[in-house]
C-alpha cells in the first residue's frame, strides 16, 4: 500500500529531523546521508500517491469529501517533511542543542517575529497591505461560499474550508495554492 508505506516513511523522516540537532558531531554525516536518503524516498511515494489518485480519476461527491482530505493532506505533510530535511542537511551551524540555548534562541526569535510583524514601516508598505487584501478578499469569499453552500467540498456554516484556505494563500499570489492543487 502506497499510503501507509507513504505515512510510515514521512513519520520516519520526521522524527530523523527532530533528533537530528541531537546528533554528535561525527554522526551527523552519517545521518544526514540516513536522513537524504528517506527524503527522496517519501518525494518518491509521494509523487506515486498522486499519479494513483490522478489515474482513477474519481468524481467528486460527498462520500469521498473525506477521503480526498485525507489523501491532500497526507500528501502535503510529506512534501514538507521532505523539505525540512532539506533545510536540516543544509544547515552549515553546529548542531548541539543544549535547553538552554533553545529557549534563547526561542526568545530571540519570538522578539524578532515581534518586532517584523508590529513594524510600522513593514506593516503599511504597498507590498504587505496587497498581500493582506488579497488574502482577505479570498478568505472572505470561501467564508460566504461556506454559509451559503451544501455540497461536495462545502459543509454550510463549517469554517474548514476557510481556514484550508488561509493555510493554502502564502506571500505570493497564489503560489502555495498552485503547488498543491
Known amino acids: 500500500e502506497p499510503l501507509q508505506a507513504l505515512v510510515r ?3 520516519q523522516l520526521l522524527k530523523l529531523c527532530i533528533s537530528a540537532p541531537y546528533a554528535g558531531r561525527k554522526d551527523r554525516k ?14 518518491k511515494l509521494q509523487k506515486m500517491l498522486v499519479k494513483d489518485y490522478r489515474r482513477k ?4 461527491n460527498e462520500d469521498l469529501a473525506d477521503e480526498t482530505t485525507l489523501v491532500f493532506s ?7 517533511a521532505a523539505d525540512l530535511s532539506k533545510v536540516i542537511c543544509e544547515k552549515k551551524e553546529h548542531w548541539a ?9 526561542l526568545m530571540k526569535g519570538c ?11 513593514k506593516m503599511f508598505s504597498r507590498e504587505h497591505l496587497e498581500f ?3 488574502n482577505f478578499i479570498g478568505i472572505a469569499t470561501v467564508f460566504v461560499l461556506a454559509t451559503k453552500l451544501e ?5 454550510r456554516y463549517s469554517a474548514v474550508m476557510p481556514a484550508t484556505l488561509a493555510f493554502l494563500i502564502s506571500k505570493y499570489q497564489s503560489t502555495a495554492f498552485t503547488n498543491n492543487l
Open 74 to 80: 497526507l500528501s502535503f505533510t510529506a512534501r514538507k
Open 9 to 11: 516513511e514521512a513519520t
Open 132 to 134: 493582506a487584501v488579497r
Open 57 to 60: 480519476s474519481l468524481r467528486p
Open 97 to 105: 542543542c543544549w535547553r538552554g540555548d533553545n529557549f534563547i534562541l
Open 30 to 43: 552519517s545521518m544526514n546521508k540516513v536522513i537524504q536518503e528517506s527524503a527522496l524516498h517519501v518525494q
Open 111 to 121: 522578539w524578532e517575529g515581534f518586532k517584523n510583524t508590529w513594524k510600522p514601516s
Open 151 to 155: 455540497n461536495y467540498i462545502f459543509k
